[in-house]
């Protein structure tokens, strides 16, 4: 992920937590204390566990890939309109072309939108606002994943509050307009490249001199970079009909070309470059606003006042401080532990390659142990359960938290002691609730694998 879609992801977890309430997120904070860094640091890690576990951050990538879908339709939206105004500006060619309305078929709607963009950029700072949402709503619905929802939203507060969604959206309706200009300027040069036009003005009321002053003057420009302007003469023959010279066609069509490309493509390459260089420039420096409610009383959870004065808790007597990282080939640490026994002996003989973790039965033993194996995973894992108990959701819970903190586990589902028999109802639902976690499950302790990690 790009810095910008981690941002992004750490905002859309904040909003889902303001509007429905916190998460459930031991197990992302532990890791992210686990992780360490500074708090923003640590926030972030916190955030991507829990979108991932959320389905979040497969909905961003869904997103991405409608937001991607919604601009390739836009984009083609622009080609042909763009397109469009090429050929109504000329049409067939069997009546001579009036400068004036091409021109204004050319530039019209463009130079109007472009106007009514810098006076919102300097006053209002939401320009671009309705093609913005037509965006985002497209994308959203070319995504086809209801948790993407929440990441439009977030996406647009993070903007908002750095000020970039001027420059984001700037990008966004200078290109797709400098698109649909370039395309009616290749439209106007492939039909004046295949057709004969004529080219004339027309007016009741201004007179001739109005027509040659405001020539002249749109011309000036485009002439600075080598675009012929018609002469004085050459103006004024033409408001009595279009001349039948070669010469007049090629300066009439030099002039048209070349104002369109100076004042409709030219000003929104430059406005697209200028806000996509704000953007990028912008986008760099975005970071978490860390007063916010939903950050600030995340602090003593993931850097607590012990932790932050450089003191840690000492780990628990019965535990092995495994050396390594989990998933190291070289690891060969092993851990058996136990999940709330009632009346079972503990624990079982071990080797002394088998440490002993022993009973978790209290939310503290629970913490401890997983802090414990965040900081030092073992190699091999043995998980011991008792099947007389139903296998409740905060077990399982707890099964898989212990699971993914260690290389590889195994659970054991205890015998009955003797005299006693389990119910088999029971032990099937263990059995069933443990293959849909995908983990192995043996009915003896497993010691070898424990030892050797073979069976």
Same mark, same amino acid.
């Given at each position: 992920? @790009?810095?910008?879609?981690?941002?992004?992801?750490?905002?859309?977890? !904040?909003?889902?937590?303001?509007?429905?309430?916190?998460?459930?997120?031991?197990?992302?904070?532990?890791?992210?204390?686990?992780?360490?860094?500074?708090?923003? @640091?640590?926030?972030?890690?916190?955030?991507?566990?829990?979108?991932?576990?959320?389905?979040?951050?497969?909905?961003?990538?869904?997103?991405?890939?409608?937001?991607?879908?919604?601009?390739?339709?836009?984009?083609?939206? %622009?080609?042909?309109?763009?397109?469009?105004?090429?050929?109504?500006?000329?049409?067939?060619? !069997?009546?001579?072309?009036?400068? /004036?309305?091409?021109?204004?078929?050319?530039?019209?709607?463009?130079?109007?939108?472009?106007? =009514?963009?810098?006076? =919102?950029?300097? /006053?209002?700072?939401?320009?671009?606002? #309705?093609?913005?949402?037509?965006?985002?709503?497209?994308?959203?619905?070319?995504?086809?994943?209801?948790?993407?929802?929440?990441?439009?939203?977030?996406?647009?507060?993070?903007?908002?509050?750095?000020?970039?969604?001027?420059?984001?959206?700037?990008?966004?309706?200078?290109?797709?307009?400098?698109?649909?200009?370039?395309?009616?300027?290749?439209?106007?040069?492939?039909?004046?490249? @295949?057709?004969?036009? =004529?080219?004339?003005?027309?007016?009741?009321?201004? =007179? #001739?001199?109005?027509?040659?002053?405001?020539?002249?003057?749109?011309?000036?420009?485009? #002439?600075?970079?080598?675009?012929?302007?018609?002469?004085?003469?050459?103006?004024?023959?033409?408001?009595?009909?279009?001349?039948?010279?070669?010469? #007049?066609?090629?300066?009439?069509?030099?002039?048209?070309?070349?104002?369109?490309?100076?004042?409709?493509?030219?000003?929104?390459?430059?406005?697209?470059?200028?806000?996509?260089?704000?953007?990028?420039?912008?986008?760099? @420096?975005?970071?978490?606003?860390?007063?916010?409610?939903?950050?600030?009383?995340?602090?003593?959870?993931?850097?607590?006042?012990?932790?932050?004065?450089?003191?840690?808790?000492?780990?628990?007597?019965?535990?092995? !401080?495994?050396?390594?990282?989990?998933?190291?080939?070289?690891?060969?640490?092993?851990?058996?532990?136990?999940?709330?026994?009632?009346?079972?002996?503990?624990?079982?003989?071990?080797?002394?390659?088998?440490?002993?973790?022993?009973?978790?039965?209290?939310?503290?033993?629970?913490?401890?142990?997983?802090?414990?194996?965040?900081?030092?995973?073992?190699?091999?894992?043995?998980?011991?359960?008792?099947?007389?108990?139903?296998?409740?959701?905060?077990?399982?819970?707890?099964?898989?938290?212990? %699971?993914?903190? %260690?290389?590889?586990?195994?659970?054991?589902?205890?015998?009955?002691?003797?005299?006693?028999?389990?119910?088999?109802?029971?032990?099937?639902?263990?059995?069933? %609730?443990?293959?849909?976690?995908?983990?192995? /499950?043996?009915?003896?302790?497993?010691?070898?694998?424990?030892?050797?990690?073979?069976?």
């Amino acid at each position: 992920m @790009t810095e910008l879609q981690k941002i992004w992801l750490t905002e859309t977890v !904040r909003l889902r937590e303001e509007h429905a309430g916190p998460l459930e997120d031991q197990e992302a904070n532990r890791l992210a204390r686990a992780a360490g860094g500074d708090l923003s @640091t640590r926030i972030h890690h916190r955030a991507h566990r829990l979108a991932a576990r959320d389905g979040l951050t497969e909905a961003l990538r869904h997103w991405l890939q409608g937001a991607r879908l919604a601009l390739i339709v836009l984009a083609t939206v %622009a080609v042909i309109s763009g397109s469009g105004l090429g050929f109504a500006a000329l049409g067939d060619g !069997r009546m001579p072309v009036n400068v /004036f309305w091409a021109l204004g078929s050319l530039l019209g709607l463009n130079l109007i939108l472009l106007v =009514g963009w810098a006076l =919102g950029l300097l /006053f209002a700072g939401e320009q671009g606002a #309705a093609l913005g949402r037509l965006w985002l709503w497209l994308s959203e619905k070319l995504a086809r994943d209801a948790k993407a929802a929440q990441l439009a939203p977030a996406l647009l507060l993070l903007l908002q509050r750095q000020r970039l969604n001027r420059w984001a959206l700037g990008v966004l309706v200078n290109g797709l307009w400098l698109l649909a200009m370039v395309s009616a300027l290749v439209v106007v040069l492939m039909l004046m490249a @295949t057709r004969r036009y =004529g080219f004339v003005w027309e007016t009741t009321l201004l =007179g #001739a001199e109005t027509f040659v002053v405001l020539t002249q003057a749109l011309g000036a420009l485009p #002439a600075m970079v080598g675009f012929d302007v018609p002469a004085e003469a050459m103006i004024r023959a033409s408001g009595d009909g279009a001349l039948n010279l070669e010469s #007049a066609r090629q300066a009439w069509a030099a002039w048209l070309v070349g104002v369109t490309l100076v004042y409709g493509v030219m000003p929104r390459l430059c406005l697209a470059l200028l806000c996509l260089w704000r953007w990028r420039r912008g986008r760099s @420096t975005l970071r978490l606003d860390l007063n916010l409610p939903g950050y600030a009383q995340l602090r003593e959870r993931l850097m607590p006042s012990s932790e932050r004065l450089g003191v840690n808790d000492a780990a628990p007597a019965q535990l092995h !401080r495994i050396e390594g990282t989990s998933g190291a080939p070289e690891s060969d640490g092993a851990l058996l532990v136990a999940i709330e026994l009632d009346d079972r002996p503990w624990p079982p003989k071990l080797p002394d390659t088998v440490k002993n973790a022993g009973i978790l039965d209290s939310r503290e033993s629970r913490h401890k142990l997983l802090e414990q194996l965040s900081r030092f995973p073992p190699a091999r894992l043995a998980i011991a359960c008792d099947p007389r108990r139903s296998p409740d959701r905060g077990s399982l819970a707890l099964i898989a938290e212990l %699971a993914r903190s %260690a290389s590889a586990t195994r659970v054991w589902l205890m015998q009955a002691p003797p005299g006693e028999a389990l119910d088999a109802q029971r032990l099937g639902d263990w059995r069933d %609730a443990l293959r849909q976690l995908q983990l192995p /499950f043996a009915d003896c302790i497993p010691l070898n694998w424990l030892e050797t990690g073979h069976d």
